[in-house]
């Protein structure tokens, strides 16, 4: 405050001064912006402050809590209690901003303990989840989206059962939600099942089928919120819980739909690559179950493929693809469709995909692409005794070593794969030869092209 000396008074027409009075439920960022204890002081629900200043305060103060500093001197000074008593004022707007301070006291393990610490606090701020007012669902839904986000929050909303419950209820009524609620929710969804713990609570609410209301009319929602749908049934599938569940309500069928969608450009999308991550990973995460495979192999092995060439989500692609080779008739579809490219087929299973070319060759389909696969395979550690298990395919060789007018390239490609074959050791070679005999190709000329005469 100014104060003007008594031996200037009479010199000044102002007598009293500059004086500024100091207000103690005054909110000024300017007279108490850094004094975080002042703010919780005029935030202890037993100040006679209005509505509007408490609002104002709140808000303030949830800017300042950025600071780590800044929420440790908040929680000593005794915020959160604060906090849990304002939730459960009468005006909408007081709670809401309430809700916000609790969010942003959220990010770090103090104020998740704090938080924890409280016998109220989360048990008002989800009754916040059944108000009609949207600023104090959304407020609400911000809050345990940031108390989720690390393992410690999770592991404290999952022993709070009421709260997973009502999350999946919101989801799965027919209530309309804001948009920013509907996204916050399906975010807190993806948080909750990241963990095994999650996953398994959140299953036994029944989240699939809320899951897949959102995978079957992706045109209905925001993008965000169908990303973290879909990174939710990842998430679920990884941990083997509701996977089966899923998996009877189509949830291969409708993450293939979608991602078709997406690679058609039928889906708007500003991220491409990542949504096209998730939808492969949800699938791969699903494909491990064996009644999954077969719905899997009828709608999903082009559409995978083509992920193969999306550097995000190539690998999930490939790791996908490989769980869905593992069924009986799965291997040769795959095969097929990645002849026209070598290294590509090379990456994704290597050895493994010589006997679904051993079958090719004995359809006699594409057998150019399949003996170009065979020479690079070949030359590998390990290739030798992997063809020889493979029924019959040195002598699908062996045939095809024979000249033909028609297609004269064959012969010598042929013959440069068993070439390779015989010149791994003697026991090779003479694999080689029965082959030959086991087809009555006596011709010199042909064993000659295959076998040198000092083997």
Known sequence: MHHVSDQLSERYPYRSGFREEKDPHEVSRAYGGADIARFCWLLSPDEPLADGARVDAMTALADLLSSPENKTKAIAAGIVPSCGRLLTFE??????????????????????????????????????LFESDTSCAEAALQAFVNVTTAKAGIDIVLGRHYIPEKLVLMASGDDPLSPRATLLLFHAF????????????????HIVPALLKVV?????????????????????????????????????????KVLVGLQAGAIPCTDR??????????????ATNEAAKPKLLHVAVQPLVACLYEPAAAANAAQALNYMAEAPDGLLPIVTL??????????????????????????????????AALARLAPLEGAVAAMTQCLHLFEHLARLCVPNDDAPELAAAAARVLQTVADDGPRAAMRVERAFAACAITDAAVLASVIPRDK
């Not at 006291?105 to 989800?126: E, F, I, K, M, V």
């Not at 690559?273 to 699903?286: K, V």
Request: hydrophobic share 55%; net charge neutral.
């Open 91 to 128: 005006s909408p707007r007081v709670k809401a901003a309430a809700a916000t301070v609790v969010a942003a006291l959220a990010w770090d393990l103090d104020g998740l303990q704090a938080l924890h610490a409280d016998p109220t606090l989360l048990y008002n701020l989800n009754h916040l």
């Open 190 to 205: 993806a948080n909750l099942t990241k963990a095994a713990h999650g996953a398994e609570v959140c299953t036994t609410c």
């Open 216 to 256: 079957r009319k992706p045109l209905h929602f925001e993008l965000a919120v169908l990303r973290f749908a879909v990174l939710a049934l990842w998430n679920l599938g990884t941990h083997n819980f509701g996977k089966i569940e899923a998996i009877g309500s189509n949830a291969v069928e409708l993450s293939t």
């Open 273 to 286: 690559p990542d949504l096209l991550r998730c939808l492969a990973g949800a699938l791969m995460a699903l």
């Open 338 to 371: 990645l002849l026209d490219d070598t290294d590509m087929l090379m990456r994704v299973f290597g050895l493994r995909a010589l006997p679904a070319l051993s079958t090719l060759l004995a359809q006699q389909l594409r057998p150019a692409r399949v003996l």
